[in-house]
């Protein structure tokens, strides 16, 4: 995982795996089944070193031999929050490193005259202070979706809180860090710009189209 200059709260994996996977999914000619199997794969690998730095504590366990002390990771149960549609296609791919983690979910489009975004749904589990928050969607473009979401978690208690996406926008990722600097944005990518229609370049197209074969 690297910083980037400019950007300081950005980590851009850069994992071999992931950064394969990704010119997989960037390429146009990646079926729909191929391209959910990479942001699945992708995710997985992201969250891994997404929760490089959960606390651990130490616990007692019995092996077939004798009484030893281990550790397991602390406090309440991490909570994946992807926003809808395209956030949807990271949460399997996390759950299976972390099987107890809860899931909450943020209704959100974005607006194709206006690129701001619409929210029609929001569910998160209760006692979100004491909670650590991943906040799921492979596309940071304008990070309007993105304050949003983040925005609404905060005014539900959230106070740790993740971003993790696959391909961010310049644009985007200093909207989110303006907005809410303690949020720490990870991701596979750093592209070079938004094109007129607030798509990221040369990004991957889509997302939720290209995930779900709506187009
Ligand atoms: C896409 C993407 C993000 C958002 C990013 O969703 O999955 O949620 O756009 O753009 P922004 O950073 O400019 O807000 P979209 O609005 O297409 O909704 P969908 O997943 O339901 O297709
Ligand atoms: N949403 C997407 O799915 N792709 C983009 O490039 C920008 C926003």
Do not use: W
Request: aromatic residues 6%; neutral net charge.
């Amino acid at each position: 995982m690297h910083t980037t200059p400019g950007f300081p709260t950005l980590r851009i994996v850069d994992h071999p795996l992931v950064q394969h996977k990704l010119t997989l999914l960037r390429d146009r000619t990646t079926p729909t089944k191929i391209f959910k199997e990479l942001v699945d794969e992708i995710a997985t690998l992201m969250a891994y070193e997404a929760t490089g730095d959960l606390a651990l504590e130490p616990v007692p366990v019995e092996t077939p031999l004798e009484s030893t002390m281990g550790r397991r990771v602390m406090g309440k149960k991490l909570t994946l929050v992807p926003i809808l549609r395209a956030g949807l296609g990271m949460v399997e791919g996390i759950c299976r490193l972390v099987p107890s983690a809860r899931v909450g979910h943020i209704g959100l489009y974005r607006d194709h005259e206006t690129l701001r975004p619409v929210d029609y749904y929001f569910k998160v589990p209760a006692d979100a202070t004491e909670r650590d928050f991943f906040v799921l969607d492979p596309m940071l473009a304008t990070g309007g979706s993105a304050v949003a979401a983040v925005t609404s978690l905060k005014r539900a208690g959230a106070q740790r809180i993740r971003f993790l996406c696959l391909v961010a926008a310049p644009e985007g990722v200093q909207h989110l860090a303006k907005a809410h600097p303690d949020v720490v944005v990870l991701c596979a990518a750093l592209d070079r710009e938004l094109n007129g229609s607030g798509y990221i370049l040369p990004g991957l197209g889509d997302a939720g189209d290209r995930l779900f074969g709506t187009r």
